[in-house]
């Protein structure tokens, strides 16, 4: 049984990097908030920084900046600095609804509550104590919180790492028993897979927590996965939805709401394709007079905190992949263990995602009819309830995700 908390007529909304970065996008962002505010809710508005790489105040522009300069910062000033592109936005957002005549104040992250741990450049939200968003917006205010920060017990500037104001958006959400979080960015929600990749990828109206957080998970980084892990422990709702448009984009909810779906029920195969590109694939042949060689294998990966995945053990040695980053250094450590490990570099791992390929007889056919129909080398495999990965060439990577797309027919 779970408790019933009381909605607060609070709505989140979040805006990403693109949202925020020309004059132009400024004015639907202003539009959604009018729209909302209109309909008497009390708005609390999470930013990122504006812009991508290369714009002048995005994260990774800041970060270049003091490279290029031949410094290099250490990781407590270095958040500082990351923080800076979000404080920017929240001013400017501000000044655009004061002169609207609305009433609004700026929030670091630390003054909206957000404690993390001192894992700079990648901390972990401890607690949110929202209380001085909440009296801001019980005194009329629009409350603007600068996403991707947070504080240390401390009392230093933290950051939350890749996707950390989709973080910030939810955590608040949950902290405030908002009644919805609103994901706002430059596609359509989220669709059965990356539209700079398939073109007729199609907006999903309906997803559960499950599956966006199993995509979000396999590369399809229009949400992070966090973020919708902290959604889900809390029940919040979240809509991923496009800042350049009306559309209500994709609800995330249980799936056990989808009952309240026009059809009263989302009963689909594949949800969709994601892909991490990038990776090595690297090989460990059982050799003469190795004991235990899959434990050292995976024990020496975890001493030099290598992340490991696609994971195929067997009586014959190891298969697995790491970041191409961090190749070179897996495949040190292995060789002064005196194995002879081979590494596959540039591979992309392609995921095929959905709630119902658990068990269906044939859908692995019809992955491998898929992509040997366009010539396709499968490198690795493997399957879990949810999800079947295949490891291509990096350059077979966008021919295999438009392959299986239409494959399992998702454009209809
Ligand atoms: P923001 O700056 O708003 O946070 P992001 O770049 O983080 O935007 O996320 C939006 C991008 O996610 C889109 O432009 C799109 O290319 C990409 N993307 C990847 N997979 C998907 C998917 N399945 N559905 C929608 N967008 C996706
Ligand atoms: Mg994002």
Redesign the pocket.
Known sequence: MSTVVEKQNILVQKF????LSTPEARVHVLRHIKRELAEQVKLVIVV?AMG?SGDPYATDTLLESTVLNGSIPSPRERDLLMGCGEMISAVTLSGILNSEGIASIVLTGAQAGFITDDNFGNARILAVRPDRVSRELDSGKVVIVTGFQGQSEAGDLTTLGR?G??TSATALGAALHADMVDI????N????????IVED?KPLAYVSYNEICN?AHQG???IHPRAVEIAMQAQVPVRVRSTFADTEGTLVTQSERFADTPTGVVDRLVT?I?YVNNVTQITVGQQEGVEHLQLKVFQAMAENSISVDFINVTPFGAVYTVFDSEAERALAVLEEMGLQPTGLSGCAKVSVIGGGINGVPGIMARIVAALTGQNIPILQSADSNTTIWVLVKKEDMVQAVRALHSQFQLHL
Not at 184 to 187: A, P, R, S
């Open positions: 990403g990097g693109t949202s990122s991508r996707g104001s989709d706002y960015t430059d596609v929600g989220i669709l059965t897979a990356d539209p700079r990828a995509m399809a980084k229009v969709g994601a």
